[in-house]
């Protein structure tokens, strides 16, 4: 998963488990970027009574470094407040909620939204209402239109903002890359797959009909860039207190103490398939600018070694090149400092020699007309590593960049395996089973329960 | 001793940059808790009062600058929450709404041990 249950602690607490991070100039507003951040990983839509919502005792913040330092110089923070307007029932809706005012919805959210800067901590906006879930055609009729579309509000600085249950849009074959890195393309070539006479075989979307909780912002380029500097960091954190206590006579939960980052995501996959099990969430609770100390995972991959194991024959350069122990400066230049100008012809998104994973974007850089999944592998600037839109397909970049595709870059004598220009879970955005959307907030209409009881 | 985060640290100079614990940081550690719970190895439960000792250190955290504004201050019907972090030195840490106090004080942490038991 992109940073879904990545990490042992942080996969027992899914409503600060951060599982995606997008940033991209708008295509239909160029002026600005989309931020979003999801959380609360593989939502099956039918999770009633009490469906899926943000944690009101959780702190969430979109970071933005504008400067290369890896610490956020602007943080959009979120904090959400849940209200039971009849405690007396056990019932998420008591007939449809036909409006965002509707009194058959019992059980709401809002939330305030502050803008941290060097001037101040700025409130933009307080009781915004996020949507229900999407339960079904009775309880949540003209869902987009009436209820969704509604909950997007304009910030007192100009900015948008929405927060609420969303498609998941991260499309990925976790069912073949989890058994033994049986990538279904490829099962015929991967050693345990070929033992066992598999052939090959289209990828599966393990998101498909799955929903997360989104917090997306759509900011005017010039509010999240310094002059001069087109190029921006992005991640999310999230964050508690540090002591939780459970068995009050009401039976809340009482939290105590300062918060504390629990969670943290910038470039898709790091955590997830980078760092070992055992620093994974002694890394979520690092802020990018300490992330040298972790470089040497980012450098020395653990999976790029895999690669050649799992499928013999297949990858003798990359074997050649994790053999040598050469230290992978695509990798580190990719995720941790952003590509220097002269690498890729007219394209740059270097933020400085501190290593620290976010996603960079270099805001310069205009929407593609038509746009490619594979972003700067497949010629679109556009897309991810620079920065990252919904549909980009992140598995298939990084498994490249990972086998060696990427490495021909930073040394010319180097000749990636036929094999790394072809590796992909095999799937698309046409895997969704749902749409993206055009405009703000661009992730697709989240599945309802009664359609897709058993996801 | 165990070693303190960078937090804490910064919170320790700041509270008390010789070191030591000046005389107006001697502590005296007021627990008038309006609800109690225990830390791993302790309890702060109602109204406890215990006297200062010499070695006593007392360094506040207080919240994430990022996070302060979205704060309020501490009610006065907070609850208290009390980790006796290791006893041997009087490592203690006390929580409460959104801050966090870390007292060095061997008298009180083996007190507190003595009433969890």
Excluded at chain 1, 87 to 104: A, W
Aim: with cysteine.
């Amino acid at each position: 998963m992109s940073s879904h249950r990545e990490a042992p602690e942080i996969s027992m607490d899914p409503v600060a488990d951060s599982t995606d991070v997008y940033a991209f100039v708008s295509p239909d507003q160029p002026d600005t970027v989309t931020l979003i951040a999801n959380y609360i990983p593989l939502q099956g839509p039918a999770g009633g009574p009490n469906f899926y919502q943000f944690g009101d005792d959780v702190i969430y913040d979109i970071n933005i470094d504008t400067n290369g330092h890896g610490e956020a110089d602007i943080t959009y923070q979120f904090r959400f407040q849940t209200e039971v307007e009849d405690p007396d029932t056990f019932l998420y809706n008591v007939g449809p909620i036909t409006s965002l005012s509707s009194p058959n919805w019992n059980r709401r959210q809002t939330y305030t939204v502050t803008r941290i800067d060097r001037t101040g901590q700025h409130v933009l906006g307080r009781k915004l209402i996020t949507p229900p879930c999407n339960i079904g055609p009775l309880s949540t009729p003209n869902y987009e239109s009436a209820l969704a579309g509604p909950a997007v509000n304009a910030l007192s600085d100009g900015s948008k903002v929405f927060a609420g249950q969303r498609a998941e849009g991260f499309y990925v074959d976790l069912g073949s890359i989890f058994d033994l890195g049986n990538l279904r393309p490829f099962q015929n070539l991967n050693v345990f797959g070929k033992a066992d006479g598999l052939r090959a075989a289209p990828g599966v979307n393990a998101t498909k009909f799955l929903n997360v909780h989104s917090i997306a912002l759509q900011v005017p380029i010039s509010r999240v860039t310094a002059s001069g500097r087109p190029v921006i960091g992005v991640w999310t954190t999230a964050s508690r207190q540090r002591v939780r206590l459970h068995g009050s006579e009401q039976g809340e939960v009482v939290n105590s103490g300062p918060f504390r980052q629990v969670s943290r995501l910038g470039n898709p996959l790091v955590n997830e398939v980078l760092i070992p099990m055992g620093r994974k969430d002694f890394w979520n609770t690092q802020p990018p600018a300490h992330d040298k100390q972790f470089a040497q995972y980012v450098a020395h991959p653990e999976l790029a070694g895999l690669l050649p194991v799992l499928y013999p024959g297949v990858f003798p350069n990359l074997a050649a090149l994790d053999k040598a122990k050469t230290a992978r400066a695509d990798l580190e230049a990719i995720l941790l400092t952003g590509i220097p100008k002269g690498i890729v012809s007219g394209f740059t998104n270097f933020t400085g020699s501190v290593q620290a994973d976010m996603l960079r974007l270099n805001t310069s850089i205009p929407p593609a007309s038509s746009p490619n999944t594979l972003g700067l592998l497949g010629g679109d600037p556009a897309g991810f590593p620079n920065g990252r839109r919904v549909f980009d397909d992140v598995v298939s970049v990084e498994l490249r960049a990972i086998a060696g595709v990427t490495f021909a870059l930073v040394d010319s004598t180097f000749k990636p395996d036929a094999a790394a220009g072809e590796l992909t879970d095999g799937l698309t955005p046409a895997d969704l089973g749902t749409p993206y959307l055009d405009s703000f907030p661009y992730l697709g209409v989240p599945y309802d329960g009664y359609d897709h009881p058993s996801s | 001793m165990p070693e303190l985060d960078p937090a804490d640290r910064a919170a320790a100079r700041q509270a008390d940059p010789a070191g030591a614990g000046s005389p107006s940081r001697r502590s005296v550690l007021r627990v008038a808790a309006g609800a109690g719970a225990a830390g791993v190895a302790a309890t702060a439960l109602g109204r406890i009062t215990f006297p200062g000792r010499a070695e006593a250190v007392q360094a506040r955290t207080e919240p994430d600058a990022r996070h302060a504004a979205a704060e309020p201050d501490a009610a006065s019907s907070d609850p208290i929450v009390v980790h006796v972090r290791d006893a041997s030195v009087g490592d203690i840490e006390v929580f409460r709404g959104t801050t966090q106090v870390r007292v060095h004080d061997r008298d009180l942490a083996a007190r507190i041990v003595r009433a969890s038991r």
